[in-house]
């Protein structure tokens, strides 16, 4: 096995600021950026989530690693060469041509909830916005290399039967989720697993015994709306959720009656997925800000990368436990 080596001080800076991003972006040379996505796209594939895909060294890319690497009995080295073999990934990049369905998912996405309200459905922003969901990635990541394969190609301006380089990674598929809410059925063989919710680290992991299945970047609840420690139950994992905008709520943690609902779609602020636990207004869920997991704070909840809440939906069940640490 050819061993694919990337500094490993490279792979511990902690989360970049714009200006350190943009400074190591000077100093990368594609090699080195293509071997970073590579091992992203790796840790991705498993479920072992760096956070959004964007050729960058970077904490939750190491963390990802060593976790990885623990699960599979190895070395927790976080280092790339030790048990990984990135030559598992195929090409870094395909090549994605925009469809005449994926224009559905586009459209008008007010800021402000009571504009909001007065929609059906969330919609993204613009075809960008849609591309960066469905690949797990950041937009700056996407102009970087687009512009290198077709840099006539103009991304703020994209239209049916254009074609886009796109990292190699299973593509999230927003069409797949309903538009209309439900609860996903309970499955009782998954009700052994636990799901581990870390704050410091801002990570979920799920285990099953000893086993490390997944593991995945979070924004968890901070200052006045902290997410709750504790040991608590899913109460059900609805898809398509509707959320119940509260100021008051978001500022304090009190219910007011001015409120504003809001519907389903990609850019809801609860995201595509929402599951309860038995701690009233308490969840893990999707987002409409898949950029800032990690780098953020949120109003009590678990926040995740709606690819990787769906991804995780798939693997947990309404009465599992979810200790929060």
């Excluded at 960058?56 to 080295?77: H, N, S």
């Excluded at 922003?125 to 690949?135: G, I, V, Y």
């Excluded at 100021?247 to 504003?260: A, C, H, Q, W």
């Excluded at 997925?273 to 780098?295: A, D, E, F, V, Y």
Aim: some cysteine; aromatic content about 6%.
């Amino acid at each position: 096995m050819k061993r694919t080596l990337i500094p490993s001080l490279l792979l511990s800076i902690p989360l970049a600021t714009a200006s350190l991003a943009q400074d190591i972006i000077k100093k990368q040379t594609p090699a080195e950026r293509d071997q970073t996505t590579k091992l992203q796209i790796f840790l991705d594939q498993q479920l072992f989530g760096p956070g959004k895909i964007d050729g960058l060294p970077g904490e939750f890319t190491t963390k990802a690693l060593i976790r990885y690497q623990r699960a599979r009995g190895l070395d927790a080295t976080g280092k790339p060469e030790d048990g990984i073999d990135l030559n598992s990934v195929g090409p870094v990049y395909i090549d994605y041509t925009i469809q005449a369905g994926d224009l559905s998912f586009v459209g008008p996405s007010p800021s402000e909830p009571a504009d909001q309200a007065k929609l059906q459905y969330l919609p993204y922003r613009d075809l960008l916005e849609f591309l960066t969901e469905r690949f797990h990635c950041s937009p700056d990541f996407l102009l970087r290399i687009n512009k290198e394969s077709n840099p006539e190609l103009n991304l703020e301006r994209l239209k049916e039967g254009d074609v886009v380089r796109v990292p190699n990674v299973e593509p999230f598929k927003v069409e797949e989720v309903p538009k209309t809410g439900g609860f996903l059925p309970e499955i009782p063989e998954f009700k052994k697993r636990t799901i581990n919710v870390n704050r410091a680290e801002k990570l979920l992991e799920l285990t099953e015994g000893d086993k490390l299945l997944a593991c995945v970047p979070i924004t968890p609840g901070a200052g006045n709306l902290e997410t709750p420690a504790g040991t608590w139950k899913i109460m059900g994992i609805a898809t398509a959720p509707t959320f119940r905008w509260d100021k008051s709520v978001l500022e304090t943690g009190v219910r007011s009656d001015r409120f504003y609902m809001l519907p389903p779609g990609p850019n809801n602020p609860v995201g595509v997925l929402w599951c309860g636990l038995n701690k009233p207004g308490i969840g893990i869920h999707g987002t409409n800000s898949p950029q800032t997991i990690g780098r953020t704070s949120s109003h009590g909840c678990m926040r995740v990368a709606n690819w990787d809440v769906v991804r995780l939906s798939k693997l947990i069940t309404k009465g599992m436990t979810v200790v929060i640490e």
